[in-house]
């Protein structure tokens, strides 16, 4: 079975700086897809980036990227120049390459502070 | 307009009611989910409409029952629940299921059951 792990439940940043979120999963198939998701407190969840585990390349989306590590099975976001706006819970997803399995890890709680 | 709506905002109902969740979304997406997100927990995959037809059950008990009228509309019908079932339901859709196409949200609706 297919498991995310996410080992940061909280962490909190100062606006402006980096922080990294950490992401480790479980899986014996050898394609498949990792997300971020972003949910915000009382707002709608919205992806911040996905990657393509037969992709070795990793994901950029503007002020968010990844460090994604298949041997280890690591999937880490990294948010640079963090804004208050980034403050909200930021969830790891997996899914099998097939889509018929989809798991979200336990979450992190970021806070931004100014 | 990337926008999945759902209604009721909240819903407060006894273990005895009959009561609907309503999801809408109208960018042509062929695949939408529904999910169950308990406070401060990650939301869990209930179902998955491909094409309008149930493609994932995951083993979700039957007083939730899912119907899907057409391409743009999915509703969760709710029956003889208990109190553990509150929880925030969300719908999501993508253009498509198994490819991994980034998935669009809603709100969500607040169930509380007394």
């Known amino acids: 079975a297919q498991t995310v792990t996410q080992s940061q439940p909280e962490m909190s940043v100062q606006e402006a700086e980096t922080v990294t979120l950490s992401c480790t999963y479980d899986?014996?198939?050898?394609?498949?897809?990792l997300f971020w998701y972003k949910q915000p407190p009382s707002r709608q969840m919205i992806l911040v980036i996905r990657q393509e585990a037969y992709k070795q390349q990793n994901a950029t989306e503007n002020r968010f990227s990844v460090n994604f590590q298949k041997a280890a099975k690591s999937f880490s976001l990294k948010i640079s120049d963090s804004q208050l706006g980034d403050t909200a819970m930021y969830f790891c997803?997996?899914?099998?390459?097939?889509?018929?399995?989809?798991?979200f890890g336990t979450g992190t709680s970021l806070t931004v502070i100014p | 307009d990337t926008e999945v709506t759902q209604t009721p905002k909240h819903l407060v109902m006894g273990m005895t009611n009959k009561k609907s969740l309503k999801c809408e979304q109208h960018?042509?997406?062929?695949?939408m989910y529904w999910y169950k997100q308990k406070a401060k927990k990650p939301p869990e995959l209930m179902f998955v409409?491909?094409?309008?037809?149930?493609?994932i059950n995951e083993s979700v008990p039957s007083r939730f029952s899912p119907e899907c009228p057409n391409s743009s509309l999915l509703n969760l019908h709710l029956h003889a629940l208990q109190p553990e079932d509150s929880a925030l339901y969300l719908c999501?859709?993508?253009?498509?299921?198994?490819?991994?196409?980034?998935?669009?949200f809603g709100p969500g609706t607040r169930l509380t059951v007394l």
């Open positions: 999501a859709s993508s253009r498509v299921a198994y490819l991994a196409d980034t998935q669009y």
């Open positions: 899986t014996s198939e050898n394609n498949y897809y």
């Open positions: 409409y491909s094409y309008e037809k149930l493609s």
């Open positions: 997803a997996f899914m099998s390459s097939t889509g018929n399995q989809f798991y």
């Open positions: 960018m042509g997406h062929r695949a």
